[in-house]
Nanobody, 125 residues
Framework: QEQLVEFGGGLVHSGGSLRLSCAAS????????IGWFRQAPGKEREGVSC????????YYADSVKGRFTISRGNAKNTVWLQMNSLKPEDTAVYYC??????????????????WGQGTQVTVSL
């Protein structure tokens, strides 16, 4: 059964860092673009970042550009989201998802087929 699982969420103080992992089971991530999304209470889901399978090209939402870094280790069938200089407004449930489309612009949920269950990130003042 194809499945994505996120790891690495938690509670961190403002200015701190977290590294989220997205691991796949039942299929290989080699042929998929991977996106990270987040959803805070009462807010719409936001596409944060994505990375292509073909050339490793990446995209970041303006809200996280310069602070977050997405990377992939195909041999480990895992994608990571390194989050630095975290702010309270980064508090949300973070989801990873897999898409057949390339990562070339804003991260739109309708492109993504497989989804993880989410991991909570809480940034305190």
């Amino acid at each position: 059964q194809e499945q994505l699982v996120e790891f690495g969420g938690g509670l961190v103080h403002s200015g701190g860092s977290l590294r989220l992992s997205c691991a796949a089971s039942g299929f290989t991530l080699d042929y998929y673009s991977i996106g990270w999304f987040r959803q805070a209470p009462g807010k719409e889901r936001e596409g944060v970042s994505c990375i292509s399978s073909s050339d490793g090209s990446t995209y970041y939402a303006d809200s996280v550009k310069g602070r977050f870094t997405i990377s992939r280790g195909n041999a480990k069938n895992t994608v990571w989201l390194q989050m630095n200089s975290l702010k309270p407004e980064d508090t949300a449930v973070y989801y990873c998802a897999a898409s057949y489309s390339i990562c070339s612009g804003p991260v739109e949920a309708f492109h993504y087929y497989y989804w993880g269950q989410g991991t909570q990130v809480t940034v305190s003042l």
